[in-house]
């Protein structure tokens, strides 16, 4: 049983690994469940001030995911039009280039970026924005784009580190 709870857990920390970067999938809670199947097994339990205190910074990750695009909205006069072309162009960003098969590498990466960049561009644009006002707006999306992500990257490989810490013997509780 613990053999396969490692497993699960592994492949819940790599899916959080991989939906840091995509907003399909809650990367850090994901990571956080991983945690907690390691967790469950024999050989390799956290101490339970370990487990509250990643549930706190997952909780304020999940505050922090509504908190921080507004944050860049304000900063950058965005409209709703480029926040609904922001999404819009991530969405399409993360159809579209897997079917062309690019989903990593350089071209795929910059796919993810250059979609919500794009998208929210033209959502200004269609609401009547000016070039530069709607410049300003993707910027400000490329800027809270990259925040979120960093932030929810590094959060997922501290999990990860913990993982690996302890499936190898170096344990942190």
Not at 51 to 56: E, K, Q, T
Not at 63 to 76: C, D, G, S
Request: proline content about 5%; some cysteine.
């Amino acid at each position: 049983m613990d053999i396969f709870l490692i497993i699960i857990s592994f492949l819940c920390i790599l899916l959080a690994i991989i939906g840091s970067i995509l907003p399909v999938l809650p990367g850090p809670l994901v990571g956080f469940i991983g945690l907690l199947l390691l967790h469950f097994t024999s050989s390799h339990p956290f101490s339970r001030s370990f487990l509250i205190i990643w549930a706190l910074i997952i909780a304020i990750m999940a505050v922090l995911e509504y908190f921080i695009p507004i944050r860049w909205t304000k900063r950058f006069w965005w409209s709703k039009g480029g926040a609904r072309g922001s999404t819009i162009g991530l969405i399409i960003a993360v159809i579209v280039l897997p079917i062309l098969w690019i989903t990593i590498g350089p071209f795929g990466l910059l796919g993810l970026i250059a979609g919500p960049f794009l998208g929210a561009y033209l959502g200004e644009k269609m609401a009547g924005r000016e070039h530069q006002h709607a410049l300003r707006s993707a910027v400000g999306s490329f800027i809270g784009f990259l925040t979120w992500t960093f932030l929810k990257l590094v959060v997922c490989l501290i999990i990860a580190g913990y993982f690996l810490g302890n499936v190898y013997g170096i344990v942190f509780k």
